[in-house]
């Protein structure tokens, strides 16, 4: 009877607890298995495309295959041919030169908004805020033709100083994204107390500010920079014959005949990122402040 | 106190008016250019919009323009999540290399990107030598200038958009919130959506916005993997201003991706905040 009892109050618990931690026990490995293959499969194909077009750019052979059938440097040796490539090298350096102005004046110009818009509440710093930021939603190949067209009615031929002036529009935002964010951690008692001892607002910028908000926009400038250089949509209206850009032209070198020194510009770019990217993770944290 | 508040305010001018000069007044130009009917820029009228939207090629471009966004925007949000919540899980020095790894594909250019998928979709390409040598087919299969190749091709070029703002968000949820939710006997996929998913809805409706701006009007990849078979409002804006110099008609669907991107935009947004409604 109490045996009875007790297995009749204990066994279905005991059974149900026991097909309950079954359950539970499947249930987490399916998320384990769902949630890792397919964050595997995103993993994948983020960093697959990097790898391979870096072998590629080592094929021996005339066309694109993989995996390439020897190594060689064939590909790196012509494009570096001051002669032969002679059209890829003027685009890669009219882009660097953008690239620099534009990250330059970009990088002043959004510096300056950004001390002007930190911690201000209110309809007009918001909308103002709303309307530097809107490049990174807005189509750029809608304002690569709109201004295009302005540029055009004003009267000037394309010319690498209208396209700088397209690219700063563009790359502000990235500039003025950091900066506003490091803005966002100066402690305003510190330009207080700087005020009160006699400082004036240069100085206190000089030495409060901008030692706090220079990473911010170290990394900024970087994305600028970077930004200008990979522009497509801007450049493509804004370029001229005469001012050819590096993405313009590799995109004709994939259009027709695909010539193979594509894939060794890519690895060169490939890189350049690669190394500008370990010396920004060093100096200002650069993936951290990305990723806030 | 007054003036130096005063001259801190200035400081934005000049970006504001480089803004106003180089922004502002080139779109209100695109918008007065697409009211002409002629290529010559002389007669006012709306014959050339009438012409446009008349069409039901345009429309089946701009209907195909959204879908390829919205496919994008499904395929990236599907990897890059679990990617998100292996991520929350990782110790730190796992945290830094998938961040790495992310990062990396958003600061090689687009145009190198895109040229990776060629090696990868084309007829001699990866998938097309693994699915030959495992005999999973007789002939290369097409994957150039299909959608299908096209989405997958963007999932990857505009996977670090999505991530972004999802692990920025992502990284500061309160943990003890998923153990309490594990403590009070909820299996982790009752924690993914009741408890985690809720509350970095927010991460992923900002990143869902930029792929989704961002995928219908990638150019150069809608372009050169899609090819001329596969029309897309970028393509028909490139065509009608640098090819054909019809800017009215050029301006016209410039002005039509504007608002078809800015509708999209809203309409994730406004999914985003009923759904987070729901969830809570």
Redesign the interface.
């Known amino acids: 009877m109490s045996l009875r009892r007790v297995l009749g109050g204990a066994a279905p618990a005991l059974f149900a607890n026991d097909a309950k931690t079954w359950r539970?026990r499947a249930?987490?490995l399916?998320?384990?298995v769902?949630?890792?293959s397919?964050?595997g499969?995103?993993?994948l194909?983020?960093?697959?495309?990097?790898v391979?077009?870096l072998l590629?750019s080592f094929t021996p052979s005339r066309?694109?295959?993989?995996?390439p059938s020897g190594l060689s440097l064939q590909w790196y040796q012509l494009l570096f041919d001051p002669v032969r490539s002679s059209q890829i090298h003027r685009a890669a350096l009219n882009s660097l030169m953008v690239a620099v102005v534009a990250m330059a004046c970009a990088t002043a110009?959004?510096t300056?908004?950004s001390?002007?818009?930190a911690r201000?509440s209110g309809t007009w710093p918001r909308a103002?805020d709303t309307?530097?930021m809107s490049?990174?939603?807005?189509?750029?190949?809608?304002?690569g033709?709109?201004?295009?067209?302005?540029f055009t009615?004003l009267g000037f031929r394309p010319s690498l100083a209208l396209i700088m002036?397209?690219h700063?529009?563009v790359v502000?935002p990235f500039v003025l994204r950091t900066t506003s964010a490091s803005m966002s951690q100066l402690d305003p008692a510190l330009l207080e107390t700087s005020?009160s001892l006699g400082a004036g607002?240069l100085y206190t910028f000089r030495r409060v500010t901008l030692p706090v908000i220079a990473p911010g926009i170290a990394a900024g400038a970087f994305l600028a920079f970077?930004a200008s250089?990979?522009n497509?949509?801007v450049s493509?209206?804004l370029a001229g014959p005469r001012s050819d850009m590096l993405?313009i032209r590799?995109?004709g070198m994939?259009?027709s005949a695909?010539d193979v020194r594509?894939?060794a510009?890519?690895g060169v770019?490939?890189a350049i990122?690669?190394v500008?990217?370990l010396v920004m993770e060093r100096l200002v944290g650069?993936?951290?402040r990305?990723?806030? | 106190m007054r003036r130096p508040r005063l001259a801190e305010w200035q400081l934005a001018l000049p970006l504001a008016l480089a803004y106003a000069a180089f922004f502002l007044v080139p779109l209100v130009l695109l918008i007065a250019v697409s009211a002409f009917d002629d290529e010559k820029i002389t007669i006012v009228g709306f014959a050339q919009w009438r012409k446009f939207l008349g069409d039901p090629f345009t429309w089946k471009v701009i209907v195909d323009t959204v879908k390829l966004g919205c496919f994008t925007v499904v395929a990236t949000a599907l990897v890059a999540y679990p990617i998100a919540l292996v991520y929350l899980g990782a110790g730190p020095r796992w945290q830094r290399a998938i961040l790495f790894v992310v990062i990396l594909p958003l600061l090689t250019s687009v145009v190198v990107r895109t040229f990776a998928w060629i090696v990868i979709l084309g007829r001699e390409g990866v998938i097309n030598q693994a699915v030959l040598w495992l005999g999973l087919a007789p002939a290369p299969l097409r994957l150039l200038q299909t959608e299908h190749g096209l989405v997958i091709a963007l999932t990857q070029i505009e996977m670090p958009l999505l991530l972004l703002p999802l692990l920025s968000v992502m990284s500061r949820l309160d943990p003890s919130l998923r153990d309490a939710s594990a403590g009070l006997g909820a299996t982790r996929w009752r924690t993914l959506f009741r408890v985690t998913l809720p509350l970095s809805l927010p991460g992923l409706v900002a990143g869902c916005m930029l792929v989704f701006a961002s995928s219908t009007t990638a150019f150069i990849s809608q372009f050169v993997i899609g090819g001329n078979r596969l029309v897309y409002l970028p393509l028909l804006i490139w065509q009608q201003s640098l090819v054909v110099y019809n800017w009215p008609l050029a301006a016209a669907a410039a002005l039509t991706l504007l608002v078809s991107v800015g509708l999209g935009v809203a309409a994730i947004s406004a999914l985003g905040r009923r759904s987070r409604a729901y969830a809570v």
């Open positions: 539970c249930s987490d399916a998320y384990r769902v949630v890792g397919l964050a499969l995103g993993l194909i983020l960093v697959a495309p990097v391979i077009v590629t066309s694109i295959k993989f995996p110009l959004a300056l908004a001390v002007a818009l201000r103002v309307l530097f490049p990174l939603i807005l189509p750029m190949l809608a304002f033709l709109a201004a295009l067209m302005y009615f002036i397209g700063i529009v502000a005020a607002w970077i250089l990979d497509v949509p493509l209206f993405p590799m995109w994939m259009e695909l594509v894939a510009v890519s770019l490939i990122v690669l500008l990217m650069l993936t951290r990305l990723r806030d």
